[in-house]
């Protein structure tokens, strides 16, 4: 008697005691989109995602595979008496799931922005106590992914309010990427593989090249310093995310733009856009739209890459490919030229065999090579190849 009831509460009790896994079968490669937090911060409006939608829709950028376009805080100004949660209606007179008929039109996808605390960074009403509801909402809205930040949340683990999330948006019915915003406080990566799909490693990422703020704020090169390790917890459905694209915003030059996103696309990031892709220069354009790079990024092999050399102010990333071949980094934070080697069992290969080059920013065959490779890299600068035994 004492055993059956034991095994009867056992049934009871494993699927809470062992939760959900995530299911949702999404972002099997890194999601690419546009959010309008980096360049617009709490300025948004339907004109303006709109305008977005339309220009990621005809500009290339679609083409090259960015597809989400997300609103990032500051849509929501408060709840109805049913506690359902209300969008700003002079910023969003046609409502969201207008607005998400609107993208879907496009071709694109929708995603949003909420928080596991009573309120999100911005102060607007967060998800805490109405997850079960806010998923209903999106799922009925249209939504296609959802960021979730780590503002004001409860006295509970980061593990245990993103579950939660986690399986309200599953009981909604409606597929949707889930991204963990918790800026890496209780390394997601650990917990988070069957929570999220992708989970931020690091506080937000600044428009600049090494600044820091005091609150945490830090240009890309800091944030670039805090992946290498994480490589392993990255994969198909899974992936760490060092924060959003400030490629085409003021501070960085259009080198360091291009350094950015070939080091975010060597380690299989989230690419998600933050400049006015209304509004682009075609240097910057050409950055993000590059169909070499972003084969990279979105290799179906899903390997993160990893940092094989670091010499100073140089420094070699490698990630494996698909089909056998390496894509392979050479980064110079200096101030002055410098030539970077590696050599083919730096790549995990052995050493005596020839490989073809491929030097992916010029799209050129550099020819076969024995042994190793170097490059000359002009200051701040990169140089991306592809190297196939
Ligand atoms: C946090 C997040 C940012 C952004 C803001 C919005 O700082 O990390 O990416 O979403 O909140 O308030």
């Not at 046609?94 to 605390?117: E, P, R």
């Not at 009573?118 to 997850?131: D, K, W």
């Not at 989970?199 to 310093?225: A, E, K």
């Not at 970077?340 to 010029?362: M, Q």
Request: with cysteine; glycine share 8%.
């Amino acid at each position: 008697m004492f055993r059956l009831l034991t095994l009867a509460w056992l049934l009871v009790l494993l699927p809470a005691a062992s939760g959900l896994a995530l299911t949702n079968n999404l972002a099997l490669t890194p999601p690419m989109g546009w959010n309008s937090w980096n360049k617009f911060s709490c300025d948004v409006s339907e004109k303006l995602i709109k305008s977005v939608a339309d220009a990621i829709a005809t500009n290339g950028m679609n083409a090259a595979g960015y597809q989400y376009v997300i609103i990032d805080d500051c849509w929501q100004v408060g709840r109805d008496a049913d506690g359902n949660i209300i969008a700003d209606p002079v910023r969003f007179p046609s409502g969201i799931k207008a607005l998400a008929d609107y993208i879907h039109a496009k071709g694109l996808k929708f995603g949003i922005y909420s928080c596991a605390g009573t309120n999100t960074c911005a102060g607007r009403p967060g998800g805490l106590f109405h997850e079960l509801q806010d998923a209903r909402t999106y799922a009925a809205w249209g939504v296609d992914y959802l960021k979730y930040d780590w503002c004001n949340h409860a006295s509970e683990t980061a593990q245990q309010a993103y579950s939660r999330m986690r399986d309200a948006l599953q009981q909604s019915g409606r597929p949707m990427v889930f991204s963990i915003c918790e800026w890496g406080q209780s390394r997601p990566w650990l917990w988070a593989t069957n929570v999220g799909n992708l989970w931020r490693t690091t506080s937000d990422i600044q428009d600049c090249w090494d600044c820091r703020r005091d609150w945490g704020g830090m240009g890309f090169t800091h944030i670039l310093d805090l992946q290498a390790g994480l490589e392993a917890f990255a994969g198909p459905g899974h992936w760490n995310d060092p924060d959003m694209l400030e490629v085409g915003n003021s501070a960085l030059t259009d080198t360091e733009c291009k350094s950015h996103f070939s080091l975010w696309c060597i380690l299989a990031a989230p690419l998600i856009t933050g400049n006015d892709v209304r509004n682009m220069k075609p240097a910057i354009q050409h950055i993000l739209t590059n169909r070499e790079l972003i084969a990279v990024d979105q290799d179906p092999l899903g390997r993160q890459g990893i940092r094989v050399l670091k010499n100073g102010e140089t420094e070699v990333w490698m990630k494996p490919l698909a089909d056998g071949s390496r894509a392979v980094v050479f980064f110079n934070r200096g101030a002055v030229p410098v030539e970077i080697s590696v050599t083919w069992e730096d790549l995990g290969y052995p050493g005596k065999h020839r490989a073809t080059v491929r030097d992916l920013w010029a799209e050129i065959e550099l020819g076969k090579f024995k042994n190793q490779f170097s490059a000359t890299v002009a200051p701040h600068d990169v140089s991306v190849v592809r190297v196939t035994p």
